[in-house]
């Protein structure tokens, strides 16, 4: 029975691709909402669907528009990233003026970002995407080439929209860190983007999910000290948040 219930969840969110918790209680009237709730957990570790603020979404609804190998992404560590979207979400203000990347933690953010009226730079489509779902927020998404595997533009002449464009804080992440190299990232045109928008940006978020740690990509676009606030998980190691206290660096 409740691997036949667990189906039914399954290829209903697949038919509509997005439903809130109180649609599936409606849809499900004789399951409980705990249940569900578990039900959709479950479904999310089979990676079958992404658990949303109030709701889920269909695994094939964001292959609609993003292709395998950023789905693949949208679908790992999703416990951390959403951890992360959520402290970062707390952070924006109503009027304020911010810079997104592409990543999918990034797209977890726009996803957990209450509706308030505000200005978001992206160069991601996928995040443009959902925050297109909100009333209050203004997008101003970036041209250029598209990188496939981040479903994100990137392109030189960015720059001279970024010269002429304001935001007081940029949010954005990394494929990889270590102290020595960096946050890096496996794009060189990516990563030249990513420096423009750190010198832009009044204040630099890095949002760094444990997973990333140790690992090293061919491009470094930020260091330790460029940042002002480092937001992660729970599972990031102690002695690595201490190298950013150090520095006077936030750690959320």
Do not use: W
């Amino acid at each position: 029975m409740k691997k036949e219930r667990m189906e039914a969840v399954a290829e209903l969110l697949d038919k509509r691709g997005k439903l809130s918790l109180a649609q599936l209680c409606e849809a499900f009237p004789d399951v409980s909402e705990m249940t569900l709730r578990r039900d959709l957990l479950k479904l999310e570790q089979e990676n079958r669907l992404i658990r949303v603020r109030g709701g889920a979404m269909s695994v094939n609804e964001v292959k609609k528009v993003s292709g395998e190998e950023y789905t693949k992404k949208t679908v790992i560590n999703t416990d951390q990233k959403r951890t992360i979207a959520r402290k970062a979400a707390a952070l924006i203000e109503p009027g304020s003026c911010i810079f997104l990347d592409g990543g999918t933690t990034a797209m977890y953010l726009a996803k957990e970002m209450d509706d308030v009226s505000c200005n978001v730079f992206t160069n991601g489509i996928a995040v443009a995407m959902e925050l297109a779902q909100k009333k209050n927020v203004r997008i101003i998404l970036l041209g250029g080439q598209l990188l496939k595997e981040n479903l994100s533009t990137a392109a030189p002449a960015a720059k001279v929209y970024l010269e002429n464009s304001n935001f007081r804080i940029a949010m954005i992440s990394a494929s990889a860190f270590t102290p020595e190299h960096g946050f890096s990232c496996s794009s060189q045109i990516e990563a030249d983007l990513l420096r423009m928008v750190r010198e832009k940006a009044d204040a630099l978020y890095m949002m760094l999910d444990s997973s990333k740690i140790g690992k090293v990509k061919p491009y470094t676009f930020a260091r330790i000290e460029d940042l002002d606030v480092l937001i992660t998980d729970d599972m990031f190691p102690d002695e690595i948040k201490q190298a950013f206290k150090e520095k006077n660096i936030v750690v959320m």
